[in-house]
């Protein structure tokens, strides 16, 4: 890693741990039950789901759940010499166990600043039962001003941490990077139903860096990794991505990635290194990336399709908003461009803009239902630690005091953490949930914007001349005549008193049955009735209080790192 990154994320003297890589390594996230309201500072309304929290929360039975692992420890994990145990969403009386019946030098633990009240705990349990470990805390949690008030810890790690544990350990910190091996998406169901996959595919996690250049002035990533004009790049080239995504692709029998980048497409040079490996070796992958709207226009759609594209996770964030990765930017035409070539989109919105008003907030809603993104997440405007937007309002003295909001419940989906200059007493909970509400509302459940534009971009791809857009196609769409026939029977029973989706539904089953023939009549009602049964019987599951929590993983490493782990040839984590 460069000189610069290095300043911007550690302090200036790097403590050692006197044992080097001999030092017994306990790797931790925070301990759950998670969707819960507790004492621990678990809240129901921020389960540890990705789309259940943020994204698809008001759509009931229609709302993919989904577990994403820990991919910072992962990641950090393969990269040690050191013995090293990972416990990842233990619950407090496994972490204890693990804690009182093994001997460990080093705990780290990995938070974000939600969960702080879990940490505090940890530390304290840690020092009771482990009085000779060293505890460190890393991720987003290392950026919460009193830390040191709160927790009682050794070490706070700002930014990356392999190279920072690997240099704790003793361990040559240019050592070429590994990667982990792990499927995106754990224990997901929509409609009842388990899935073994992503809508669309199972996908692997591949990390080619961390943070984003673009420096937004509220985002908490781009900050935790050396702020505008930095992140850290852990694959420099498309060669190495295409060497790790060979062996993803063998080891988890899989043609998809989720790229956890938030930008992943910036170093073009690296994303059009991949490419062409991609087009030499026949690779028809699907990649499911974060953009931004810039960045993203700096490609031709020829080239997004060519390089696999397939799920867009993009910042809309308000109409109107000043964001320089928005500049110039037709978002609406941009999405539905986008669709038209297959390319799903998850549409960002933040709710709570300075120039949001209770007068005009009805309008950037309507704004962004508009445009009709397969997910949308709305999150409400948060000053974080760490950003120029907390330090702007800690300047200004607008931000709320603690007997006014309790750290946990700053999460972005309840209430604001700060004085907002026209939303006031509260209402921005309503707004929040308003926005999600019409974009259900309006919209439609998520999976049938998928079956459309999956079915759109088949009708469009699947005689491509080139054969491996054909067969990336052909794979995305294996769902359709059957499984997704059967989600447009279902839902438009389900749907039956509004006529408006009824029909919608009606519509693109006609034309599934125009592309797939008897295959499509047959199983959509088969699989439909079944559908509609698992989606009453799930309906009423959410009633009675169902809630989703992620199952514990423990994992070991050898002392070489475990067999399984990546080695990619090449530099290690370098800054740019
Ligand atoms: C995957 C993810 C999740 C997963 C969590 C999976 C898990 N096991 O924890 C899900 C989807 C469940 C989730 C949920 C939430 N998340 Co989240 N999530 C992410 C996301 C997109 C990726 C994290 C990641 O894997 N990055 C890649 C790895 C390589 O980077 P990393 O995790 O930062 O790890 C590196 C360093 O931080 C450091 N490090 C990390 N841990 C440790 C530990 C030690 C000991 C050391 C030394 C170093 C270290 O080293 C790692 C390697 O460089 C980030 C955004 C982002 N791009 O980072 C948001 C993010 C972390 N989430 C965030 C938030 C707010 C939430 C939620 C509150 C949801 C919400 N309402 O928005 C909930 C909380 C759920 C809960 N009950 O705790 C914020 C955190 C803001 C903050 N500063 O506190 C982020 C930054 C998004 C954002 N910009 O707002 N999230
Ligand atoms: S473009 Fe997205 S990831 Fe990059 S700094 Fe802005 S909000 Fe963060």
Redesign the pocket.
């Known amino acids: 890693m460069s000189e610069m990154t290095k300043q911007a994320t550690q302090p200036a003297v790097q403590p050692k741990h006197p044992l080097g890589s001999d030092a017994r390594v306990l790797?931790t996230?925070?301990f759950g039950p998670?969707a819960v309201d507790d004492g621990a500072g678990?809240?129901l309304i921020?389960?540890?789901?990705?789309y259940h929290?943020?994204v698809t929360r008001v759509q009931q039975a229609y709302s993919l759940r989904t577990?994403?692992?820990?991919?910072?420890?992962m990641?950090?994990q393969v990269n040690l010499k050191a013995p090293c145990t990972l416990l990842?969403?233990p619950s407090e009386k496994r972490f204890l166990e693990e804690i009182k019946n093994n001997r460990y030098d080093v705990v780290?633990?990995?938070s974000?600043?939600?969960?702080l009240i879990k940490v505090r705990k940890m530390c304290r349990l840690i020092r009771k039962h482990l009085p000779d470990a060293q505890i460190?805390?890393?991720?987003?949690?290392a950026?919460f001003p009193e830390l040191r008030d709160f927790c009682d810890f050794d070490h706070v790690?700002r930014?990356?941490?392999?190279c920072?544990?690997r240099d704790y350990l003793s361990q040559d910190t240019t050592e070429p990077l590994k990667h982990p091996q792990v499927i995106a998406n754990i224990g997901s169901r929509i409609m009842g139903v388990n899935l073994k996959n992503h809508p669309g595919d199972i996908a692997a996690t591949l990390?080619p860096s961390?943070g984003c250049p673009m420096g937004c002035n509220f985002?908490?990533?781009s900050a935790?990794f050396g702020g505008k004009g930095k992140y850290?790049k852990f694959f420099e080239s498309g060669e190495q991505l295409f060497q790790i995504m060979c062996q993803l692709e063998k080891n988890l029998n899989t043609s998809a990635f989720f790229v956890?980048d938030?930008n992943f497409l910036v170093d073009k040079k690296r994303a059009l290194g991949l490419l062409e490996l991609m087009e030499q070796h026949n690779k028809p992958w699907s990649l499911y990336l974060f953009s931004s709207a810039n960045v993203l226009q700096q490609y031709t759609m020829e080239q997004l399709v060519a390089l696999g594209v397939s799920w867009v996770w993009m910042g809309l964030e308000g109409k109107g908003s000043q964001y320089t990765k928005l500049a110039g930017t037709d978002t609406l035409s941009l999405v539905r461009q986008l669709q038209s070539h297959g390319i799903r989109v998850l549409g960002s919105s933040i709710i709570g803009l300075e120039e949001h008003t209770p007068e005009n907030i009805g309008e950037a809603i309507d704004h962004a239902v508009l445009h009709n993104s397969e997910f949308h997440q709305f999150?409400l405007y948060t000053p974080?630690?760490?950003t120029p937007l907390f330090a702007e309002h800690e300047a200004a003295g607008t931000l709320l005091d603690r007997r006014e909001i309790s750290i946990p419940d700053i999460?972005?989906?309840l209430r604001f953490n700060f004085h907002h200059p026209h939303i006031k007493d509260g209402q921005e909970t309503e707004f929040l949930l308003q926005a999600f509400h019409r974009d259900f509302e309006v919209n439609g459940p998520s999976v049938i914007r998928i079956v459309r534009t999956n079915l759109r971009a088949w009708k469009r791809y699947r005689d491509h001349a080139d054969k491996r857009i054909r067969e990336r196609f052909a794979h995305e769409s294996k769902s359709l005549p059957i499984g997704y026939a059967g989600v447009l029977w279902a839902t438009r029973r389900a749907y039956q008193d509004d006529p408006v989706l009824a029909a919608e539904c009606s519509k693109l089953l006609g034309e599934m049955h125009e592309m797939f023939g008897l295959k499509s009549r047959l199983a959509a009602p088969i699989a439909g009735r079944y559908l509609y049964r698992k989606l009453r019987q799930e309906q009423q599951r959410l009633e009675d209080g169902w809630t989703y929590e992620p199952p514990v993983f423990y994992e070991k490493n050898s002392k070489a790192g475990p067999d399984d782990a990546l080695l990619v040839e090449g530099a290690a984590a370098a800054a740019s």
Do not use: K
């Open positions: 790797l996230s925070v998670y678990s809240r921020n389960p540890m789901e990705l929290n943020q577990f994403q692992r820990s991919w910072g420890l990641l950090i990842d969403f780290g633990i990995s974000i600043q939600t969960n460190i805390i890393g991720g987003h949690i950026n790690v930014g990356d941490g392999v920072w544990m990390i961390a985002c908490s990533t935790m850290v956890m938030e999150m974080i630690p760490g999460h972005g989906q």
